[in-house]
Structures are given as structure tokens and as C-alpha cells.
Antibody, heavy 123, light 106 residues
Framework: EVQLVESGGGLVQPGRSLRLSCSGSGLTTGDDAMSWVRQAPGKGLEWVGLITSNVYGGTTDYAASVKGRFTISRDDSKNTAYLQMNSLKIDDTAVYYC??????????????WGQGTLVTVSS | SYELTQPPSLSVSPGQTASITCSGDKLGDKNACWYQQKPGQSPVLVIYQDRKRPSGIPERFSGSNSENTATLTISGTQAMDEADYYCQAWDSDTVVFGGGTKLTVL
């Protein structure tokens, strides 16, 4: 059974950085594409970014709202994916979900989700 | 940028059929999928590649996608189906979600 567990959320001041982790079991992060999706309080789902599997070069894509500030990476030896968030803004306040992205060419859908971790950006 | 449009809310009586639409330019040329999210829970994939159901999703959930509209249909809607539903597609190397539809069963 696939399980994804996020950690690293918390309260952070605007302009600061935070790194979220996503530990996977029942899957191999290098063999799968992984993605982050966020949800601001009372709002809908917003895609953050994705890292492809090693077969596709481990390339990354990001939403325009976070491009240049957020970076997705992974450590396959730890079966863990990361979301490095820099220059955080108040609008980045959200629950951040880690997902496995299943390929359905030419795109992806998200078949497994973690429980989410709350990031609050506030002074 | 690409946009997907859903009705904000839909009400249905128990046992009736609920049809939730998702509109986008030439959406029928893309793979559409649907997620169910209940309060305080993570989203769950209920339909992928327009009409496929993941293991464990009841048969009363079905999907279609043609031209500019994808539709999630719930036949014989039950109280447990009350939730927010989001459509999703992929366009130009980005993931796009619809705004979500709150389904009320009453």
C-alpha cells in the first residue's frame, strides 16, 4: 500500500524559507513522478509543481505563482521528496499535499495523496 | 493560461443522479480526471483518463469528456457522496484544477 507522509510545515515570517519533506512507502520515488498541490484555507486546489521520474530525467515544472521561489527535489536513497520554499509570501499560506503523479500521456493525474502539512506565513 | 470552469454548487436528492460539469477550451482533446474531497480530508481520485475508475471507487461514479466539457456523473447519489469535487487536466506542461463544485445531498 502506498503511503505518503508530509512534514516540515509550520509558522514562518514573510520572506523566510521553509522546506517540506514527503516520505514515501510502498513506492519508489525515483520510479514515480511526484508532485505538490496546495490548498489555501477555504479555497480550492492549486498545483505547485512536479518532478518527473528518473526515466524522464527528473525534470521539474512549476506553477507560475511559485516559479523561481520554490524548488522540488528528491533523495531516492531515502525515498523522500522535498519542496524548498524561499521568499515566502502571505499568499503561500496553505495546506501542502504531496502526491504521486501517475502518467497519463500527455499529462498526469494524482492517485495517492499525503495527509497534508499546514504552512502559515505571517509576521 | 488554461482555465477549467465548474459550477460552484449542486444539490441533489438521495438516489438521484448528480452531473458535475467541467468546461475548458478543447478539453475533450485532453485527459480529464476528478477528485473528491470531504471536509478535513485529503482529496481522493475518483475518475482518471476521462472515464476510468481507480480500484475501490464505487461503480456509481462515471465520467465522460467530449469537445469542451468533461462530466462526472454520480448515479444513485448517497449521503456519503456529499463533498467538494474538482476536475483536473494537463496543459502546456502545467496542471490545471477547476475551481471545485460543492455537492450537497439533501
Amino acid at each position: 500500500e502506498v503511503q505518503l507522509v508530509e512534514s516540515g510545515g509550520g509558522l514562518v515570517q514573510p520572506g523566510r524559507s521553509l522546506r517540506l519533506s514527503c516520505s514515501g512507502s510502498g513506492l519508489t520515488t525515483g520510479d514515480d513522478a511526484m508532485s505538490w498541490v496546495r490548498q489555501a484555507p477555504g479555497k480550492g486546489l492549486e498545483w505547485v509543481g512536479l518532478i518527473t521520474s528518473n526515466v524522464y530525467g527528473g525534470t521539474t515544472d512549476y506553477a507560475a505563482s511559485v516559479k523561481g521561489r520554490f524548488t522540488i527535489s528528491r533523495d531516492d536513497s531515502k525515498n523522500t521528496a522535498y519542496l524548498q520554499m524561499n521568499s515566502l509570501k502571505i499568499d503561500d499560506t496553505a495546506v501542502y499535499y504531496c502526491t504521486r503523479a501517475a502518467m497519463a500521456y500527455p499529462g498526469y493525474h494524482f492517485d495517492y495523496w499525503g495527509q497534508g502539512t499546514l504552512v502559515t506565513v505571517s509576521s | 493560461s488554461y482555465e477549467l470552469t465548474q459550477p460552484p454548487s449542486l444539490s441533489v436528492s438521495p438516489g438521484q443522479t448528480a452531473s458535475i460539469t467541467c468546461s475548458g477550451d478543447k478539453l475533450g482533446d485532453k485527459n480529464a480526471c476528478w477528485y473528491q474531497q470531504k471536509p478535513g480530508q485529503s482529496p481522493v481520485l475518483v475518475i482518471y483518463q476521462d472515464r476510468k475508475r481507480p480500484s475501490g471507487i464505487p461503480e456509481r461514479f462515471s465520467g465522460s469528456n467530449s469537445e469542451n466539457t468533461a462530466t462526472l456523473t454520480i448515479s444513485g447519489t448517497q449521503a456519503m457522496d456529499e463533498a467538494d469535487y474538482y476536475c483536473q487536466a494537463w496543459d502546456s506542461d502545467t496542471v490545471v484544477f477547476g475551481g471545485g463544485t460543492k455537492l450537497t445531498v439533501l
